[in-house]
């Protein structure tokens, strides 16, 4: 069986972000949860990418997803409840346990997760990692990752946009 999968994309604009997280929260298979680590510098995107992914699995519009910089976590419900992290804030995988995370993260839900450095002991292998880079002001690269076998039939499941020269 597969176990992981890769694919590196730019993305020009923030548009192309939310449609990205669009994409891949359109591809979430029914009755499933899934962990999205969602890595790179301060400021490169990655809340841009959970307004699309809310969006895709149609449990918020992208205008309501805003940064869990203060509150930590945000939940949001719908056909599968979405849990948006931000571990800027956090000291260790401790904290995740702390918060109540670990059943989520086990499959009940969608994590969306920023900043998986801080608490990596705390996170599945089988999930999406989503690495956003800055490439110049109006553009980011991306590597799309997937670790083990439920993220891997995900991740193949995703319509991906046009490659941009
Ligand atoms: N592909 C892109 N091209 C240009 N700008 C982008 C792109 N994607 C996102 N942006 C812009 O970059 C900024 C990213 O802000 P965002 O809050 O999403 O970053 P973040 O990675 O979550 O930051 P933090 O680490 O503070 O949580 C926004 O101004 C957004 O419009
Ligand atoms: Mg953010």
Redesign the pocket.
Known sequence: MTTSAARELVLVGDDATVDLGRRIGRALAPDRGGVVALSGNLGVG??TFVKGLAEGLGVAEARDVV?P?FTRVIEFEGPVRLVHV?AYRMKGPGDVIELGLDEALAGAAVVAL?WPEIVEGALPADRLTIAIGHVSEGRRSVRVEAGGPESVAWFARVDWPEAVA
Do not use: F, P
Request: proline share 0%; hydrophobic share 0%.
């Open positions: 990655k809340t940064s910089t931000d920023e």
